[in-house]
């Protein structure tokens, strides 16, 4: 059985007149065990495969030898199914035509989905709006399935949809899916993909190498086989009259949670988090309180994972006014590397952005701002992926030289990983 713990790092010291509490909160999981067999519920896996024109030729064969890994993968027992998409999507597998659109896995259904793969061809435009859609019918077809996970593989942008089209298919599965994404070469759109992939909770990233296809495919199915815990949600309770200012996930990627609060009682947000494995993950939360007097103390904010009506975990985030300096002037070590990590992505994406817009001098400014928050941070990732976009003269002041032999695959790379984020070092 899955146990959550839950540690809450903060500075609770406000000076006088002081208003805003910031607080990291790590919640752990262990013990998950394999996705539908914890007692919670069914759950299903469905794999997208570009067939589009774009993909023909060695894509497409390591398109469909990856898709027959991940059938490999999926544990008997899971309802699936296979879909390929191009400017319309398609149900590869199973072949019905009413009821269910997905078939539990076993010996022989695992043979005629590969059988079915392998009849894959490369023709058409694309459309993953349209597939989004067909996904999210073939979950809605099987009725009780408390876990839903698809990847949706691609090399291509969206070009036979309008972005309005893309993004009125993205609104209906949020919340009846989760995906991850994953674009192969260097012709898809990284903001696209991470639009989709932030909506639906999923991850994104780029395969720059046709033959890595299988590996990442059967990688990411053996990690959404893990996730033994189906669905929780983060539920966040402040006293009244205080103010949610935002929560984030920030680690083990920066994803901003704010917006998908919903109220569960007058008191309490509830936020979408998922599907769980053995896993840690770190949350940013900060509240307004009205300000009180040099002495006074107040539970400012009340965090809790739950399962279904279970509360799993919790940790307590405090405030404590007071007229010491020595108190009140500290920042908490797990917050100020958090809100670095989190100014980083937003730098990398700014100067990837300004750059292809031409504009060499911001880009130059937020790439350096980025290259010094990635030394002071840690994170030797996007360290690593930096120097391969712009030559670094000096890390500590950020400053940076623009690179004009940047090969494409890199700057997709830096932009994709982005969002990911380092622990703070002990």
Known sequence: MATFSTAVYQNEFLPDQGTDVHAIVTVSCADAGAAGQSGQGEVGEIVVVDTSGSMIGPRIEMAKLAAQTACDAILDGTWFAIVAGTHQAFLAYPRVTSGPGMVRMNPQTRQEAKR???????????????????????????????????????????????????????????GQFQADCRGIGVDWKVSQARKIAQALLGSVDIIPDARDLPQVLGTLIRQAMSRGVADAQLRVWTPQDAQILFVRQVSPTVEDLTHRGQALNPLTQGYPTGAWGDETRDYHVAVRLPAKAVGQEQLAARVQLAVGAQILTQGLVKARWSNDPTLTAQISPQVAHYTGQTELAVAIQEGLAARAAGDDRTATRRLGRAVQLAARTGNAEATSKLQRVVDVADAATGTVRLRRDIDKADEMALDTASTKTTRIRA
Not at 144 to 162: C, M, P, Q, S, W
């Open 116 to 174: 079915a793969i392998a009849a894959f061809r490369a023709d058409g435009g694309t459309a993953i709006g349209a597939w989004l859609l067909l996904t999210r019918q073939l979950f809605a077809s099987v009725p009780g399935l408390v876990g839903r996970h698809a990847i949706v593989l691609t090399d291509g942008e969206d070009y036979n949809e309008t972005p309005t089209q893309l993004d009125q298919a993205i609104r209906q599965c949020i």
